[in-house]
């Protein structure tokens, strides 16, 4: 099985360009799975909540159709971030697109990051591991700044997933440090899509530093970006091996844990 | 303040070598905290339980004694791996011994590796996080292959701790890919006492990678010890800078945390 992930600049305000963009994407990407960053279609760098339902969708609006016919018609799993819009809240959400549309879901952003605490509900949907039977496939989502919290791989490894994609748009650098641990502490693959390019609004610019990644089963790198180019990093996997959590004859990472000592509250 | 981990080579079945051999170590160590490998009192590899109890203690024994009257008598902190009987089982444990001694510990491994499995009874103990009022110091203690399960970590950082010591006989070198996450996924200093040499029992050969370590709240390398050398590894830290988790104006990593939707049985 093949995971691309891609890294490019969405445009913030120019929905219509980045949707183009991201569909022009598609046609030369062959993988089984492409995952694109946080907020693909709209940018990222929202302040208000009044500029933000022009560009906000349901998870049932045309923007989400329009991806969920590709990932049907062309048999690949889309996962994208968007600015979803839902009963009076506007989410930091991805929406994950089988080509068997009922196994799609909304995954919306639990960990919200620095000015997203401004006009972004937290996420309620908790994390999401979804098993796609046709593919024999786990999949997990986490959403940028979920990286900063060891719990919410845990988690999507425990309910089983095989692999967690992470649309992302990382400002500062630190990631590179736990990310690949994620992966090893977990025995799971990780596919980072990370953003490129900068924001600007009143005074502060943002800048996001590529560098998108996919990881294997033990923190090492399958394929990186620089930080600064668009571009598609790929790798083949495959689901299975991630699910034998044993390291030697005695020891396995997931029934050697001891829950009655891990306080977590 | 200061804290030192001690790389050395103890050998199996030679308690009286090994603890001379650290009595000595202490002798050069100025540091207000000084920390030796996982069971270093007696060497690692027991395979049965019928030639453990003659190099065993109880935590009241005489051995612990000698230590004990040196972290009163230096004002030091001591922390060493040894070889726990207690009450007809045995741990692999460590003795957390402070200058006032009503504060002094035993912390029983949590999580048993390999052929420990045989001759070992898991900790009963849980993560120990001591909370020293006269240095205004919080330390927890991990051993080994606790390392691996990232609920260890955070448990004793959301306990309070300041800085985590490992004593440690690794012999897989994967843990340099998680260790520093620990450190900056929970804002915590983080030493690592690994020992170095060999043990052979039957077929069977266990090589000890040293490398000992002190990381600071980023998982930034403080001080690093080689593979193979008797060595001491030193860093000054300041256990209050651990206590602020904020990384901006807007996010806070413990109080970010949303463990309603932590899955973690």
Do not use: C, G, Y
């Given at each position: 099985m093949k995971i691309s992930t891609v890294q490019f600049n969405p445009i913030l305000f120019d929905k219509e360009f980045n949707i183009n963009k991201m569909l022009n994407l598609i046609e030369n990407v062959k993988s089984d799975i492409i995952v694109f960053p946080e907020l693909s279609t709209t940018g990222y760098f929202f302040l208000h909540k009044e500029e933000m339902h022009r560009y906000s969708d349901s998870f049932d609006s045309e923007t989400i159709k329009i991806f969920q016919r590709i990932s049907t018609d062309r048999n690949q799993i889309i996962v994208f971030g968007f600015l979803e819009e839902a009963k009076e809240h506007f989410y930091n959400s991805a929406a994950i697109l089988?080509?068997?549309?009922?196994y799609s879901q909304v995954y919306r952003k639990t960990h919200l990051f620095y000015k997203e605490k401004f006009v972004f509900t937290p996420g309620d949907t908790g994390f999401i591991n979804i098993n796609y039977p046709d593919w024999d496939l786990n999949i997990g989502t986490l959403i940028c700044y979920d990286w900063r919290f060891p719990e919410a791989a845990r988690t999507l490894a425990l309910e089983g997933a095989d692999i967690v994609v992470v649309p992302s748009n990382l400002v500062?650098?630190?990631?590179h440090r736990s990310m690949p641990a994620r992966a090893l502490d977990n025995h799971i693959y990780l596919a980072v899509a990370n953003r490129i390019g900068t924001e600007s609004r009143r005074d502060e610019e943002l800048y996001f530093n590529g560098m998108s990644v996919i990881y294997d089963f033990n923190g090492e790198v399958l394929d990186l970006a620089t930080p600064t180019e668009e571009t598609i990093v790929t790798a083949e996997f495959d689901?299975?091996?991630?699910?034998?959590?044993?390291?030697?004859?005695?020891?396995d990472i997931f029934t050697d844990r001891v829950p009655k000592y891990y306080f977590l509250g």
């Open positions: 089988f080509p068997q549309a009922k500062t650098k630190i990631w689901p299975r091996e991630a699910r034998d959590k044993s390291i030697n004859a005695m020891n």
